[in-house]
């Protein structure tokens, strides 16, 4: 699910390209391509959409396929 919804930025935001990305244990590693600075859509707003879409679909997950839930915050603040 992290994954895709990583897949899906650039519909989100068209002036970005990604590169590489991998899940880890307790963390993602990703590299977001700005191909053109937008007042209010920087590297800040991009990182915020990511965590509020996986965030959401989580627990969406959680209430409709039964995945485990996670106790305290799904990623930490800033």
Known sequence: ??????EELPQR???????AFIVMPNHVHGIV?????RA???LGQIIGAFKSL???RYIAGV??????????RLW???
Do not use: A, K
């Open 1 to 6: 699910m992290v994954g895709q919804v990583w």
């Open 33 to 37: 391509l700005i191909q053109e600075y």
């Open 13 to 19: 935001f068209p002036h970005i390209s990604l590169d």
């Open 76 to 78: 930490q603040d800033n």
């Open 63 to 72: 209430h409709q396929c039964g995945w485990q839930r996670f106790s305290g």
């Open 40 to 42: 209010h859509q920087g």
């Open 54 to 56: 996986t965030t959401n």
